[in-house]
């Protein structure tokens, strides 16, 4: 290494002042490019981070928006689910609760018929499925763990 710098040292001695001159700004040049470019790099690279994350935000507002419509469709379908085609029981025998299940149907009440059965109905749009919750009531109604509770309020 001590080599080198003693090369060197001769090497600048032996320049003119002006060759000297011209070394050390073809030298500053060098530095200066080899700046500009990480500077310009770096900035670039940091608008390149806005773009991404502006359409990061875009993509996830209009996924908002989209599952917000989802929600939205849903509960008015099941609101007027019950006027529906194929729907399993008159409007009139059913009740609307919402959580955790949608309708609790009476079938045969609006005519003063005898009721044959109790219906619990979940309305379900798209490809939606059941949540835990509402696994949970299903196979409770349909294991027969039903009560029907007469409370008297004093």
Known sequence: ?????????????G?????????????SAILLFFFLLAATAFFLGKIFERISQREKIRSERKDAVN????????????????????????PADVRFVGKPIDFVAF??????????????????????KLSE?????KAAVESGRVRYVV????
């Not at 001590?2 to 001695?13: G, K, M, P, Q, V």
């Not at 599952?67 to 008159?90: D, H, I, K, Y």
């Open 107 to 128: 079938p045969g009440a609006a005519q003063s018929d005898s009721i044959q059965e109790v219906l619990f109905i979940e309305v379900k749009t798209g490809t939606s």
């Open 133 to 137: 919750r509402e696994k949970q009531i």
């Open 1 to 13: 290494m001590h080599n080198f710098f003693t090369e060197l040292s001769a090497f600048f001695s």
């Open 15 to 27: 320049l003119s002042a002006s060759d000297r001159v011209y070394l050390w700004i073809l030298l």
């Open 67 to 90: 599952r917000s419509r989802a929600v939205l469709g849903g509960q008015m379908t099941e609101q007027v689910a019950p006027f529906l085609p194929n729907f399993p029981c008159n």
């Open 151 to 154: 409370y008297r309020a004093e």
